[in-house]
């Protein structure tokens, strides 16, 4: 008999049990070798089959990660479909890992040296690196194991961090063959520069926070003296600490303002340096004065100038944003600082002409907060094209498909507007960029492996690059990357040295489980890291064989075949969380008041395509409601299987199956229960293969909850009448023979079948949106020796696992209607509750054959004394109208007259505008020329009983006394 279950639910008890119990028994790892699989399924396959193989990469968290709501709703999703997907006997590969996360990664490090009084640089590189590691070992794994606490159901034989060794060499190996291919440049260009973290960043880690600043008008002097009676031009800036930089004024040329003063000079104000002024479609003659100061070194607008004009480039401030210009009273202030000396010199010098408010967006730093400061730096860039033309044409041709739909459009937009990739970033926490310079003759050299001697002067001491790669091309690299690339190719690859001996890694896992099937991630790193994969993936493994050998195609290239792009999780307000308004939520609190299923499961009933979902405990705690509505089922369940036992029935569990027809004699309501438990397969298999995990987790909801609890267990009950129980029998003894057992009711043997059929399947249903408490269920359902290791083992409901059966469906519905319809009168009429009190009742011949050979079911669920039929149809105060009958309730108290008047004129305003509506839609031709058969006819039905309806309420108002 099933083990028992604790009276109140308590997830507390059970959910770290079953975690540490997946991940001990490994139930969620993949071998590379498919036949040694015993995933859901497996048995039914042929020896050595591969089945169909379910594959997903987990957004890796940053390992200086703790996991908030954005996590739980997007590990939530991931982890129903790879639960979802294993049940139906596919092979899912969930793969876990953590990204080294550079910037972050070193600040956090930086400001544990700051407390202990020293930094980074005082450390030296590699003592430095020494103390991220041992943070990282320390520190590193908290996100990780939450996911572990959680049940996630990720393969961790596979887990990996970004710098792992192999992923190390991997990274390496792809900067070298991109290097190799002329895709891979160094230049001094403008970048956005972090004066915290003293890097570049890329223009996807800048935040553009809109402000109030200031608009500085400044008099240039013209060198030579007036031009046409102006002796200056005046300039509008909004960082006059840059004019410290300037190599020119550029005026547009269509501007007959400044049309005679072009060619001229002018000089710089404070610094006494001529400049030119230089004609440029760039200056606007509406912005300012039209006429604009050219700061190359500081500005990107500018440094595209200053290219055109063959203009000099000054850096004026160094890696902290202070001003570098020796000599110069303002050299060694912060920005801001000389910003305000600057203006006061102007001022005084009467070169300042005005100050305006002036609104702008002003750049800052994702990681740091900090304002960043355009700087030309030398850095590494990736040349966008071709990779992005494949990254386009691979999402043209369909090979990925976006869901919702319109981020394709906003994925094209991104990438037809592309600028080169700035991959290198001044940190000392990351892969190292493996180019390597000659102190001697100045030759850079970029190579898998340090080089021993310069290959142009023959130095001995290459020095190698000292800035290390922006993360987001490590894990851009990943959909390949974890599966073990690089791989051998082939002779002729070898022979171009495309890989060496050591990057030689065994391709079972490349061949088998790349292109993953699909990528669940938020909007937030569409361009940062979505983008990145499709342009990497598509460029990297085109020249990597299929696994026949064929040449791979673009379709056969691509990181994933799908993405699903999930909402923000808002508070209950929609407002989105940050820290700033104080409304974050800490999901590990959530969980610890309300379980984890609970949480998985609210978030599950919100998420929908496009729609962000407003968190509300209310509605956790609706579902902690649920998952208690389950347990005390299972509890009812079990003690029935207990009276059953004791009664001599077989009640012993095997392994689920389908049902392939149910017994000639199996009673209404049990054929009903599999009619709807076949409907709602149907409903989640389709719901969870649209990304619909709303329409999914209500589906289920609305069946245990709403039919299998509140409507089928109390019908059942009506069955599960054992001859112990009334005649006070013994309980069989073991071992007795078959004669000396009592006799069995068949209809009570199958109502008994079909309740423990259908509940075990509902736990399957449940089980990947609530994992923890089906497993504990299931397992005690079959008293901890279950025919899987675990429910998330066994096989997924499907519709054609069940029988259909229309005529018990509808049976039901009238029987239902009927229920609620007179449980509705006698509420109305003040009928006592545990009274029972006859009805009489009109319609069709079905629905009196249906109620005469079910008065028992009447009498349980609507407290019907007997059953009257008439010939007339009823009317009055204590009758209603359903759509194929009528019931009056027969009982000597009186309704309030005035009441039921008031009730059935909005009863019937109610179905005047239904009426309205049906006629207005089949009145529409151009609706009927386009809609279905079935819901053209579907609406005419709804028509014809609203209108039934309508007549009855009307004739009810007109019979109630005056």
């Known amino acids: 008999m099933p083990t028992e279950l604790p009276k109140a639910y308590d997830p507390s008890l059970i959910e770290t049990k ?30 050595g089959a591969a089945a169909k193989s379910f594959v997903m990469l987990l957004p890796p968290p940053n390992v200086t990660g703790r996991l908030h709501m954005g996590h739980m709703l997007n590990q939530t999703e991931m982890d129903i479909l790879t639960r979802w997907h294993r049940m139906r006997g596919e092979e899912a590969v969930w793969v876990p890992g953590t990204d080294h996360a550079g910037i972050a990664t070193q600040m956090m490090v930086e400001r544990q040296l700051a407390s202990e009084g020293t930094d980074r640089k005082a450390l030296g590189r590699e003592a ?41 060499n991997a990274v390496t190996e792809a900067f070298v063959r991109l290097y190799e291919q002329g895709l891979i440049y160094r230049g001094s260009y403008i970048v956005n520069w972090d004066p915290v973290q003293q890097t570049a960043v890329s223009d996807l880690e800048v935040e553009h926070k809109e402000t109030t600043g200031k608009l500085y008008f400044v008099r240039y002097p013209l060198t030579d003296g007036p031009v046409g009676g102006t002796d200056s031009i005046t300039i509008a800036t909004t960082r006059p600490e840059t004019m410290l930089g300037d190599v020119a004024v550029v005026v547009n040329p269509a501007d007959e303002r400044y049309t005679a003063l072009v060619g001229k000079t002018v000089t710089l104000p404070l610094v006494g340096r001529e400049i030119p002024i230089l004609a440029d479609d760039w200056a606007k003659p509406e912005f300012g004065t039209g006429a604009v100061k050219v700061t190359p070194a500081h500005d990107p607008n500018d440094f595209e100038i200053g290219k055109r004009h063959n203009l000099q480039n000054l850096i004026i401030m160094d890696e902290t944003a202070r001003i570098a210009v020796p000599g110069s009273p303002y050299d060694g202030l912060d920005r801001y600082d000389a910003r305000e000396r600057i203006v006061e010199d102007l001022r005084a010098a009467g070169l300042l002409v005005e100050v305006k408010e002036h609104g702008l967006a002003v750049a800052t730093s994702q990681r740091s907060g900090a304002v960043i400061e355009p700087r030309l730096s030398p850095q590494w860039f990736i040349k966008i094209q071709p990779l992005a033309d494949k990254a386009i044409a691979a999402v043209e041709q369909g ?46 050299c970029v190579s898998r492996t340090r080089p021993e001697r310069c290959g142009s002067c023959d130095h001995a001491e290459m020095q190698q690059e000292t800035d290390v790669l922006d993360t ?101 307000d929609r407002q989105k969380m940050s820290k700033t308004k104080g409304n974050v939520i800490d999901p590990i609190q959530i969980i610890e008041k309300y379980g984890t299923d609970a949480v998985r499961f609210t978030l599950a009933s919100q998420a929908s395509p496009g729609t962000d979902i407003a968190f509300n405990e209310q509605r956790t705690e609706g579902y902690r409601a649920f998952a208690n509505k389950i ?45 709807r438990l076949r409907a709602v397969c149907g409903e989640v298999e389709k719901a969870l293969a649209d990304y619909r995990f709303d329409e999914a987790a209500n589906a289920v909801y609305q069946f245990f909850w709403g039919e ?14 054992f001859p112990s129980d009334a005649e006070g029998s013994p309980a069989p003894v073991e071992g007795a023979s078959e004669e000396s ?107 009196l054959a249906l109620a005469d050979a079910n008065r028992d079911m009447l009498a349980k669920l609507a407290r019907v004394g007997d059953v009257e039929f008439s010939g007339e149809p009823l009317t009055g105060a ?35 505008k239904g009426l309205q509506a049906a006629e207005r839609q089949l009145g529409n031709d151009a609706f009927l020329a386009k809609a279905p058969a079935a819901v053209v006819d579907g609406l005419k039905k709804q028509q014809a009983e609203t209108a039934t309806l309508y007549e009855k309420a009307k004739a009810s108002l007109t019979a109630l006394p005056t």
């Not at 590193?140 to 990720?154: H, K, N």
């Not at 990597?544 to 075949?561: H, I, N, Q, T, Y």
């Not at 997924?796 to 469906?809: I, K, V």
Request: glycine share 6%; aromatic share 12%.
């Open 18 to 47: 079953w975690a540490e119990f997946w991940v001990r028994e490994r139930l969620w790892d993949v071998p590379a070798d498919v036949a040694e699989s015993a995933g859901p399924g497996a048995a039914a396959r042929k020896p």
């Open 128 to 168: 430095f690196l020494e103390r991220v590691w041992q943070w990282k070992g320390q520190y590193g794994g908290a996100i990780t194991d939450q996911m572990r606490r959680l049940g996630a159901s990720v393969d961790w034989s596979r887990e990996y961090f970004t710098m792992d060794d192999n992923l190390s």
């Open 399 to 444: 090979a990925i498909k976006f869901t919702p739909a319109m981020y394709e459009k906003t994925y094209f937009e991104w990438m037809r507007n592309i600028h080169d990739w700035c991959i290198s970033r001044q940190l000392w926490w990351g892969h190292r960029i493996p180019a390597y310079h000659c102190p001697q003759c100045e030759t850079v």
């Open 472 to 572: 987001w091309f490590s894990s851009g690299l990943l959909p390949f990357t974890v599966f073990g690339w690089p791989v051998e190719q082939g002779a002729g690859d070898r022979a171009q040295g495309a890989a060496s001996e050591s990057l030689q890694r065994d391709r079972t896992d490349l061949d088998r489980l790349y292109s993953t099937s699909l990528l669940v991630t938020g909007f937030d790193i569409l361009f940062f890291w979505v983008a990145r994969m499709i342009m990497l993936g598509t460029h990297f493994m085109l020249d990597v064989p299929m696994p026949d050998g064929s040449k791979r195609e673009l379709k056969d290239a691509v990181p994933f075949r799908e993405v699903y792009i999930h909402a923000l999780v808002r508070d209950a």
């Open 631 to 675: 347990w005390n089922a299972a509890r009812f369940l079990f003690l029935q299987m207990e009276r059953a036992k004791a009664a001599g029935y077989n009640v012993k569990m095997g392994p689920a199956a389908a049902v392939a027809a149910l017994p000639e004699i199996t009673p209404v309501e049990t054929r009903w229960i599999f009619a």
């Open 708 to 721: 299998f609890c509140d409507w089928y267990l109390e019908l059942v009950k009506l069955r599960l009448s």
């Open 741 to 847: 057992r009592p006799i069995q009711n068949p209809e009570t043997a199958i109502s008994l079948a079909g309740l423990v059929g259908v509940f075990e399947a509902s736990l399957r249903l449940l089980s990947p949106f609530m994992p923890f408490l089906t497993e504990e269920v299931w397992h005690a359902l079959y008293e901890n020796e279950p025919p899987a290791k675990s429910i998330a083992l066994t096989r997924y409901p499907q519709a054609a696992d069940y029988p259909a059966d229309d005529a018990a469906t509808a049976a039901i519905a009238t029987l239902q209607e009927l229920i609620v319809t007179v449980r509705g009168l006698r509420k109305d009429l003040g009928v006592p509750e545990k009274e029972a009190a006859p009805i009489v009742l009109h319609g069709d011949n079905r629905t």
């Open 878 to 912: 204590a009758a209603r109208g359903g759509a194929g009958f009528d019931v009056a309730v027969v009982y000597e108290r009186q309704i309030d007259v005035a009441v039921e008047r008031e009730r059935l004129t909005k009863e019937i305003a109610k179905l005047e």
